[in-house]
């Protein structure tokens, strides 16, 4: 499976972005999907993670703003983000799990800036 990133971009504080990640293949029956992003200088962090179809796990510092969804006609998985504050700055990166490993995408930069 590869997966392509895109719609990061730079956005005001309070702003919104979605960002897609486009699959290779059909991940109709995928569940197992999620988006980690990654500051400068820190450590790879969970955004949104799925693991099955009814339940998304999402960070705190994200919760009730991000929203990760699934349009399994267009092999795309986004992150829809809303109320957008500088904090959450970063390269983000999609991922999928189809047996027997997790798959990454490239990475789509958002910056958060006035």
């Known amino acids: 499976v590869q997966l392509q990133a895109s719609g990061g971009g730079l956005v005001q504080p309070g702003g919104s972005l979605r960002l897609s990640c486009a699959a290779s293949?059909?991940?109709?029956?995928?569940?197992?999907m999620g988006w980690y992003r990654q500051a400068p200088g820190k450590e790879r962090e969970l955004v949104a993670l799925?693991?099955?179809?009814?339940?998304?796990k999402y960070a705190d510092s994200v919760q009730g703003r991000f929203t990760m969804s699934k349009d399994s006609a267009k092999n795309t998985v986004y992150l829809q983000m809303n109320s957008l504050k500088p904090e959450d700055t970063a390269v983000y990166y999609c991922?999928?799990?189809?047996?027997?490993?997790?798959?990454w995408g490239q990475g789509t930069q958002v910056t958060v800036s006035s």
């Open positions: 799925s693991m099955t179809a009814d339940t998304t």
């Open positions: 293949g059909s991940i109709s029956s995928i569940d197992e």
């Open positions: 991922t999928v799990y189809r047996w027997p490993r997790w798959y």
